[in-house]
């Protein structure tokens, strides 16, 4: 096994220890995952920031989906942000940055989440995979629709989409499902409704069956909100539940 392989233990210990976290995480075993995560803090901290950050991603998110401890991934993603700028590489930094970005918003530490969000977005160039700087984009586009300043969030949701398109629409049914809650919150009835139902053909042309089934959900919810669409509601509802079984 990886544990006993003597190069390993002597020279890569941090990467062992990350690596076995996250197989645990991957595999549902949560508490081997914490446990694993948790020696890996013990472990003396990395003068080699290029190994460092790669293994603060891995051991982040054993914490936020083993764990759900959103302070701790918190903690080891600055410190990879401090290597960064201290000049360590990582290939898909864009990626860790965007991470944090969402981080900060579950805590509600929203001006750092912008700031954050918004040196992912500043960092996207042409050599960089246009999932990640969709992902940069929508979550600075829903973080402008939480604080109220819906036109800015419209805006980047936009360029969500412009760069979803240019990589197979990747996330194309939640962007437009986004923008649908953004015009929710102002209030404008068929704009809601016809970005669901983008969002709806979307999925289905993806063959996301997930995709659809939470959209149709989304969509009872938006018609509950009108009284006179109650019905349609009720209608919605009741088609569900077949697909639901599947």
């Known amino acids: 096994s990886l544990n006993n392989a ?17 197989l645990h995480q991957m595999y549902g075993d ?14 003396p901290e990395y003068d080699d920031a290029d190994r460092y950050i790669p293994q603060a991603e891995i051991v982040s998110g054993v914490y936020i989906y083993s ?7 918190i903690r080891l993603l600055e410190k990879a942000m401090e290597y960064y700028h201290q000049g360590g590489k990582f290939h898909n ?46 979550e600075q586009a829903n973080l402008y629709a939480e604080l109220g300043m819906y036109d ?4 980047l949701n936009s360029k969500a989409q412009y760069y979803s398109l240019r990589k197979d629409s990747f996330g194309l049914g939640d962007l437009y499902r986004y923008r649908a809650a953004i015009f929710g919150q102002t209030g404008i009835k068929d704009s ?16 996301s069956f997930k995709g659809v089934f939470v959209n149709k959900v989304t969509t009872v919810e938006a018609y509950l ?3 006179d669409s109650v019905q349609k509601a009720l209608t919605l509802a009741l088609s569900i539940c077949p697909d639901s079984s599947r």
């Not at 390993?8 to 690596?19: A, F, G, I, N, P």
């Not at 809601?192 to 063959?207: P, R, T, V």
């Open 6 to 22: 003597p190069f390993l233990q002597q020279h890569c210990k941090h990467e062992l220890l990350s690596t076995r976290a996250g």
């Open 30 to 43: 949560n508490e081997a995952a914490i446990r694993l995560a948790d020696e890996y803090l013990q472990l």
């Open 67 to 73: 764990g759900n401890d959103v302070p701790q991934a």
């Open 225 to 227: 909100d009108y009284t």
């Open 192 to 207: 809601i409704f016809y970005y669901l139902n983008q969002a709806e053909k979307i999925s289905a042309l993806q063959g």
């Open 152 to 155: 800015r969030a419209l805006e």
């Open 93 to 138: 930094m864009l990626r860790i940055i965007s991470r944090l970005g969402i981080y900060y918003r579950l805590v509600g530490e929203y001006e750092k989440a912008v700031a954050t969000n918004q040196e992912a977005i500043n960092s996207y160039n042409d050599s960089i995979a246009p999932p990640n700087i969709v992902i940069a984009y929508g």
